[in-house]
């Protein structure tokens, strides 16, 4: 949990020089984050290997850009 810890110190660091909505769109990114990692632990439990592979890199025009990713998984066979 140490871990988390300084992630969240270090986005609260960051988000110090955002805007209102550029820190309100980095804390559902967060929040959405978190739920995703915990999709992927309770899948890996199920049996399942998750990979998170960038799948393309969205650009917002003004130099701003975000990778977005697609699952491969593979299913351990019995």
Not at 14 to 27: F, H, K
Not at 46 to 75: F, K, M, Y
């Amino acid at each position: 949990m140490a871990s988390i810890a300084r992630v969240r110190e270090r986005t609260e660091e960051q988000a110090s020089s955002m805007t209102d909505d550029q820190q309100t769109v980095t804390r559902m990114l967060a929040n959405d984050l978190h739920r995703l990692n915990q999709s992927v632990m309770k899948a890996v439990e199920a049996g399942v290997s998750v990979e998170l592979v960038r799948s393309a890199r969205h650009h917002g025009g003004d130099g701003n850009w975000g990778d977005l990713l697609i699952p491969v998984i593979v299913a351990k066979r019995n």
